[in-house]
C-alpha cells in the first residue's frame, strides 16, 4: 500500500533553515508528483509546490519561491523540502502528498515546524 | 489565482438533516481539477471527492458533488456523526494550485 512517511516534529530558532524528509513506499517513486502544503494552526491549506522525481523537474508557488527548495534522492525514495530564513509565518504542520488523477490521493501525517528563540 | 471561496465557514447540521457546502472560484475552473478533501483534527486531509462529482474510495454514498465553472458543491443527503469534519475545495485547473479556507462541519 501506499505510503509516506515524513519526519518528526522541528524546533528552530529564527533566521536557521530546516529540511522535512517524505519517505515513499508501495509505489515507483518515479511515477508519481510529490506536492508539499503548508497549514498554519486553524487555517486553510497553501500549496507550495511539487516535484516529480523521474526528471526532479520542480513548480512553486510563486509565493514560496526563495523559501522553499524542494529535492528528491530516487535511491531511497525520498522527498525532501528545505525551509530557510525562518520566521514565525513559517510557523505550520507541513505535507507530502502524492497525486492521483489530480488529486491528492496520499498524505503524509504532517511535520509540525515550529520557529522560536 | 484561482480564488476558491467557500461557504458556510462554520456550520452545524442535525443527524438526518441534508447538507450542503459551496465553493465558488475567482475565475473559472475545469470540473476535472476540482477537488474536496475532509479533514478531522490531528489527521492529515482525505481526498473525499475528485473531478466534481466522484467518490473517492471508501467515501459513504451520501455523498455527492456538483458543478461547473466557477460554482461548485458539496451535499450530505443525510448527515452523520462521523460526517463532522473540515472540508476543503481544492483546483488544479490552473497554477498555483489554490484551496478553500474550508467549512468546519459541527453535529448539532
Known amino acids: 500500500q501506499v505510503q509516506l512517511q515524513q519526519s518528526g516534529p522541528e524546533l528552530v530558532k529564527p533566521g536557521a533553515s530546516v529540511r522535512i524528509s517524505c519517505k515513499a513506499s508501495?509505489?515507483?517513486?518515479?511515477?508519481?508528483?510529490i506536492h508539499w502544503v503548508k497549514q498554519r494552526p486553524g487555517q486553510g491549506l497553501e500549496w507550495i509546490g511539487w516535484i516529480y522525481p523521474g526528471n526532479v523537474n520542480t513548480k512553486y508557488n510563486e509565493k514560496f519561491k526563495g523559501k522553499a527548495t524542494l529535492t528528491a534522492d530516487k535511491s531511497s525514495s525520498t522527498a525532501y523540502m528545505q525551509l530557510s530564513s525562518l520566521t514565525s509565518e513559517d510557523s505550520a504542520v507541513y505535507f507530502c502528498?502524492?497525486?492521483?488523477?489530480?488529486?491528492?490521493?496520499?498524505w503524509g501525517q504532517g511535520t509540525l515546524v515550529t520557529v522560536s528563540a | 489565482q484561482i480564488v476558491l471561496t467557500q461557504s458556510p465557514a462554520i456550520m452545524s447540521a442535525s443527524p438526518g438533516e441534508k447538507v450542503t457546502l459551496t465553493c465558488s472560484a475567482s475565475?473559472?475552473?475545469?470540473?476535472?481539477?476540482l477537488y474536496w478533501y475532509q479533514q478531522k483534527p490531528g489527521s492529515s486531509p482525505k481526498l473525499w471527492i475528485y473531478?466534481?462529482?466522484n467518490l473517492a474510495s471508501g467515501v459513504p454514498a451520501r455523498f455527492s458533488g456538483s458543478g461547473s465553472g466557477t460554482s461548485y458543491s458539496l451535499t450530505i443527503s443525510s448527515m452523520e456523526a462521523e460526517d463532522a469534519a473540515s472540508y476543503f475545495c481544492?483546483?488544479?485547473?490552473?497554477?498555483?494550485?489554490?484551496f478553500g479556507a474550508g467549512t468546519k462541519l459541527e453535529l448539532k
Open positions: 475565475s473559472s475552473v475545469s470540473s476535472s481539477y
Open positions: 473531478s466534481t462529482s
Open positions: 502528498a502524492r497525486d492521483w488523477d489530480g488529486g491528492f490521493a496520499y
Open positions: 508501495g509505489y515507483t517513486f518515479t511515477s508519481y508528483y
Open positions: 481544492h483546483q488544479w485547473s490552473s497554477y498555483p494550485l489554490t
